[in-house]
């Protein structure tokens, strides 16, 4: 009887245990998504209930249905394809994303504006896909009418980037401005102005504006592979990740750090946001890393620096990867391959700066039995990797990767139902759907803004007339020099504005002058998306940091710091791989040999190695200011690859490593004797 009783308290001690953890949790939750909601407008979604809920649920499904259909078997003229994408997303972005940051979102129905928003986009929308053929054979001759028209499809694009872009709105609006105000800027940046009516003929009827390749590639690659990280998601894919990060990782030195590392980069690579992968996988992983002993300002700079890498890293880049194939006119996997060892190196070097951390404050790793095994992870969830094997191997057979990944959403549904903890019933496919539509909208909405500011590029020439004052600053060969400026815009544009829409906009405007300059395309191109996707977590705007540090409860600005020391690696690769491209597989100068190339590699992994020494004050001892530099310029030695280079740090290397196993048998010794006496 007596045991009975302390058994029956024993279960209820831990029932209250699950829930006050459940508690926690949930109010972690909460935390992280108003956190979110402050910084990141794509959070911002009204929660409607009634029959608008059904209605909205609907409308996700049809599209996602329309979208799959015409990029892989259906056809339709591009141009249509584009405006039909545009209108639909003008027309969710009206519906799910409120007109004020204060609007009570827990809504029964839209409001009578966004009734006149909707209604205006389908008609403005829907006359041009009637009247477009016939306004292309005249020329592009337009009458006042469509000029109305135009102009209206213009601001209707600003309301909607306004709710759903943030401070992308005003970055186009001067981009816009300038077509106006050209006349009255001095200098080679100046121009003779343009009318209203050219405007709106190269931004509305033109195939240069608002339809141009932003929009193009939202309606293709975007929206199909976030639809395809959603159906991921659902099937119980950031599980797998998770538990197998921590059979890799977790019983190491800062184990918990480490599975951040690697679950955020996974997940960031699949859903493209470094502001909403620290929010979902940040409120697990930055409670467990402070539980463990690390600080709360660099648990969440490690969540925030992990996050933000994933839009570079192969083999999906947050669907940049192909945006990036589509510039350069190479295919998905040379580009794939070519940001390959950039982005593993990045990983690399963050998962030493939270090793050599851990070191210095005596961490351990997380005790075996909360390690899951991985032979039965693999048993009860391997399955779950089917649909990135399905992608890989349909593209390696020569297949697009709009149609393969579209092959791999039905592999993820099909995968599911080999294990019935997994199977994505009729609900969850549906949620799946609503999910990826939801996550479509604000980046949609940002290539279309975005638009207004390529269309600026081409139509005044902006691009050559920056070319033209960076070519007076820099001279060819100078890519030391056009880096940095470069950089410095890629930071600057990119903060605050979605990685892929930083990418558009420094793209446009800064690659062609880094290709006059002498770089090669595709080192141009992932220059510029590695810089964009880091101004997540550059200080003073970081949203990435922002949130982590809510979530950690730690002061930002420290929080901000310590994401770049982490993440340092990120910040220098680029400039080593643009000089010289050895790094980059595929890529590498003509003549270059395999052993060459493995060598390069083998010493930028060192180079990381010390350089995540230099940062954290840790190799085999504790380090001092003196011992940091050496390690920071023994790691830059390292990384740039040139044996003349490598030889120098090898040898600083191999002394500061003497002069440390010499300090650390002293140490024993003198403690050996204090204990003898």
Sequence with gaps: MKKDENKKTEDNCIDSLDELVHEEKEQLDMEAKQLVEKVDTESRVRDYHGPWKNIITILSVLWVVFQLYYTTIGTIEAITFRAIHAAILLVFCFLLYP???????????????????????????????????????????????????????????????????????????????????????????????????????????????????????????????????????????????????????????????????????????????????????????????????????????????????????PPVMGAVAFLMAEFTGESYSVVAMAAAVPAVLYYFGMLMAVHFEAKKLGLKGIDKENIPDALKVLKNDGHLIAPLISLLGFMGMGYTPLFACVVSIFVTIGASYLRKHTRMGLKTIIKACEDGVRGVISVGVSCVIIGLIVGTVSLTGLGLKFGYIMLRVVGPGELLKAGIMVAIMSIILGMGVPGIAAYVIVTAVAVPVMIQVGSLPIPAHLFCLMYASLSNITPPVAMSVYVASGIAKSDFTKTGILACMVGLSGFLLPFFFLLNPILLLGVAPEGTEILQIAIAIVGAAAGIIFLSAGTQGWYLRKSGYFERIIFIAVGLLMIHPSSGTDIVGVAMAGLITLYQLYMNKNDKKIIFQGEEK
Excluded at 167 to 178: K, P, Q
Aim: net charge positive; aromatic share 14%.
């Design 99 to 313: 007109a004020a940051t204060k609007e009570n979102r827990k809504r029964s129905k839209p409001s009578i504006f966004d009734f006149i928003l909707i209604c205006l986009t389908l008609f403005v929308f829907t006359y041009f896909v009637l009247n477009y053929n016939r306004i292309a054979l005249t020329g592009g001759f337009v009458s006042d009418f469509e000029n109305i028209i135009g102009l209206i499809a213009i601001i209707l694009a600003f309301f909607a980037a306004k709710r759903a872009t943030g401070g992308l709105v005003w970055l186009s609006a001067i981009f816009l401005a300038y077509n106006f105000i050209g006349r009255m800027v001095p200098g080679t940046l100046g121009h003779g102005g343009f009318s209203l009516p050219r405007i709106i003929g190269h931004m509305f009827w033109g195939s240069q504006g608002i339809f141009g390749s932003g929009i193009g590639v939202s309606a293709t690659y975007i929206f199909v592979f976030i639809v395809f990280g959603a159906f991921l998601n659902l099937s119980g894919f950031s599980r797998l990740a998770n538990n197998i990060s921590l059979a890799m990782v977790g019983r190491s030195a800062g184990g918990p750090a480490k599975v951040s590392v690697v679950v955020s980069g996974l997940m960031g690579m699949i859903n493209g946001s470094a502001v909403a992968n620290v929010a979902t996988t940040g409120i697990i992983t930055i409670p467990m890393m402070k539980d463990t002993g690390y600080k709360a300002e660099f648990a969440g700079a490690v969540e925030a620096a992990a996050s933000t890498g994933g839009q570079f890293l």
